[in-house]
Structure formats: structure tokens, C-alpha cells
């Protein structure tokens, strides 16, 4: 966790464009194939819920989703 404060290129698999699910809104359960350029070649898969610094936002979500939810 304080590495994904450290680090603001961090985020989930589910939010993030390279993550070959052909849903519009995948969930942190769902398992895909990650299409990184960088990254294909292992040839992935990985759990919504799973993340890197790889990550790109994926089309039609606001940054703010991966924001930690505050908790009072
Ligand atoms: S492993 Fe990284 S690049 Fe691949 S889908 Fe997940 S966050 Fe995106």
C-alpha cells in the first residue's frame, strides 16, 4: 500500500486499459490477459485486483478511481 502512495503511475489491473477484459467495467475478480507492449511477451494473466506502474487508465474512467477511499 505506501507504494502505490509513492507512486502515482501505480494502479489496478481492472482500471487500466491493457487489461484484455471485454467488459466496459471489469471487477477486481475478473482474470485477463494484460497487453502491455512491454509486458505481452510473458504472456499474463492477471487478477483485477493485481497492479503495476505499466498502468494506463482505461477510456471513460476518472483518475479519481484509483484515489484511496477515505474511511471516518
Ligand atoms: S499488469 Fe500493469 S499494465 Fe498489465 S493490466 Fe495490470 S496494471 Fe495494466
Redesign the pocket.
Known sequence: MEKRKQDKKW???SH?K??DSPAKAPLDGEEAA?M?PS?SKFS?R?FGT???N??ELRAGLSRAIEEPALRV
Open positions: 494502479g489496478h489491473c487500466c491493457y487489461f494484460c502491455q509486458l499474463l492477471v493485481c497492479g503495476c505499466g498502468f
